[in-house]
């Protein structure tokens, strides 16, 4: 027998994965670069943070501390939670990774909605699990769609509010309709990446839901508004039940000392906070207005990008608009693997960026492909 057939063999569903491709992160020779793929923070991370890294280069030899002990206390002084309560990982990826492999088997399923965040696919099939796609109306999460598709071997509902690449939400009210129909059996992941930028009254990122029950956990990063994402560093709330399983299954030192730093500091910046989110109110309504006005459909959008919806004409469509503004450095994120194939989503950037891209598409659009 061939000495090939005994090569190893990853476990069922891996085979399955498509590879995660992020947003494109280089411009043409020559060009300056504006990325607005990845759904950056423009104004970076806060001074407080930045100014916790100085002293790490003494200390790289010591391990950091595996509990996060600092970061839980203070997460939980701003949020008012139970530290204890509370687990940090490495991005809310991770997080979202070592919850399927704690509840999820072969046979089990898991559901994420039609557009949602890919590595929920990523996660359940890593697993061993099956995924489950609810579909969506109006690029928006539909509560019944997802409960018509709970069977006695759904195991987590993940459900990413706001949304990515929609931008996109459930009001709080739709939540808890979602959760009240689960069996006490499944986990509903909230994952609420996004929900420092939402202003709108019917949101809340799921703390109460949390508070008061058994099977719902909360994920949240310090990639987005916190302008961290080099860092790699999130956190969840869950119930002392599901915090305790992930805790026996992480990494005993799964965030590193320069991450629980910046963090400790970011977490408690208030008037960082407060710059990032009036900045991106601003110009999330000029950009969706301005490119509304030369003929694009904009998703409307609570977080800090936007989806913006091509014609299904020659010379017009998002691949030849992407093509055309990474020309000129405007580096906007194709979502073809979203089910967007002629869609681009725009990360709101500085209002140099914003306004180049504005007036690029704006030529795009008339027909100045040059």
């Not at 990413?160 to 931008?167: H, K, L, V, Y």
């Not at 739709?174 to 994952?191: K, M, N, S, Y």
């Not at 039940?241 to 000392?257: D, H, L, T, W």
Request: charged share 20%; net charge negative.
């Amino acid at each position: 027998m061939s000495e090939n057939n005994f090569a190893p063999v990853a476990k069922p569903g891996v085979d399955q994965i498509a590879m995660y491709v992020p947003g494109k992160s280089a411009a043409p020779d020559g060009v300056k670069l504006h990325k607005l793929s990845s759904n950056e923070s423009p104004l970076g991370a806060p001074q407080s943070a930045r100014d916790a890294l100085g002293n790490l280069a003494n200390t790289l030899q010591d391990y950091p501390d595996g509990s996060a002990t600092e970061l839980r206390r203070r997460i939980g002084a701003v949020h008012g939670l139970n530290p204890d309560n509370i687990v940090c990982g490495a991005g809310s990826d991770e997080l979202l990774s070592l919850l399927s492999q704690a509840y999820l088997s072969p046979g089990d399923e898991a559901i994420y909605t039609e557009h949602g965040f890919l590595m929920y696919r990523i996660a359940i099939l890593a697993s061993g699990g099956t995924p489950v796609v609810a579909p969506e109306k109006n690029e928006t999460a539909q509560v019944d769609e997802i409960l018509n598709r709970v069977t006695d071997k759904t195991r987590i509902v993940f459900l990413a509010n706001p949304n990515n690449p929609t931008g996109t939400y459930l009001p709080i009210e739709e939540v808890r309709r979602l959760h009240a129909g689960l069996p006490l059996r499944t986990i509903l992941v909230l994952d609420a990446a996004y929900a420092e930028y939402v202003s709108r009254n019917d949101y809340e990122a799921g703390i109460e839901l949390v508070s008061a029950n058994e099977n719902v956990v909360m994920t949240r990063t310090f990639s987005k508004i916190f302008g961290m994402a080099a860092l790699r560093i999130g956190w969840m709330y869950g119930p002392s039940s599901i915090v305790e399983v992930v805790n026996r299954i992480r990494g005993p030192f799964n965030v590193n000392s320069a991450a629980l730093a910046a963090a400790e500091e970011a977490i408690g910046d208030k008037e960082h906070l407060a710059k990032c989110i009036a900045h991106n109110d601003e110009w999330i309504a000029k950009t969706t207005e301005a490119l509304e006005e030369i003929g694009l459909r904009v998703t409307p959008s609570v977080g800090n990008f936007i989806l913006v919806h091509f014609p299904d004409e020659d010379g017009r469509r998002a691949s030849e608009a992407d093509a055309y503004l990474s020309s000129k450095g405007y580096l906007l994120r194709a979502v073809a693997g979203y089910g967007f194939p002629n869609a681009l989503r725009m990360s709101i950037g500085s209002a140099e960026a914003n306004e180049g891209v504005i007036a690029s598409l704006r030529g795009f659009m008339a027909g100045d492909v040059k």
